[in-house]
């Protein structure tokens, strides 16, 4: 799991994004299409138009990281809107990373005995 700091927001990049963009480009997109600071310590989240990969921009105030996040079957839970930025929590992030639907997570074990 990315480190996500105490006051970094998470931001997803709604709508499909080129993922054969590198961390400029995408820096450049964050700037000049969503009007945002890079650089400012926040995470931005983006997905490809299969839905299957995921890449998360964040300057960490030393240097930008790029991660990326590819799942074997499934494909990420993706906002409907097709243009801007939403923000989501750093446990929505988790679940968004684990190929979970973080807008209404279900948990699927529950123990039925105690011993």
Same mark, same amino acid.
């Given at each position: ?8 927001? %998470?931001? &997803?990049? $709604?709508?499909? $994004?080129?993922? *054969?963009?590198?961390? !400029?480009?995408?820096?450049?997109? &964050? #700037?000049?299409?969503?009007? *945002? ?7 931005? %989240? ?9 890449? &998360? ?7 930008? !990281? ?14 409907? $809107? !097709?243009? =801007? %930025? &939403?923000? /989501?929590?750093?446990? #929505?992030?988790?679940?968004?990373? +684990? =190929? /979970?639907?973080?807008?209404?997570? #279900?948990? $699927?074990?529950?123990? +039925?005995?105690?011993?």
């Amino acid at each position: 799991m990315i480190p996500v700091p105490g006051g970094a927001r %998470v931001w &997803i990049a $709604t709508g499909k $994004t080129d993922m *054969r963009k590198g961390m !400029s480009s995408l820096a450049m997109q &964050i #700037q000049q299409g969503f009007g *945002r600071n890079p650089h400012a310590g926040d995470l931005y %989240v983006f997905r490809g138009r299969r839905g299957d990969l995921l890449k &998360i921009l964040w300057h960490d105030g030393l240097g930008m !990281s790029l991660y990326a996040k590819r799942l074997e079957r499934g494909r990420f839970t993706w906002p409907a $809107t !097709s243009d =801007g %930025v &939403i923000s /989501i929590s750093a446990g #929505q992030l988790g679940f968004l990373l +684990e =190929g /979970i639907d973080w807008r209404n997570p #279900q948990y $699927t074990f529950r123990p +039925e005995l105690a011993g």
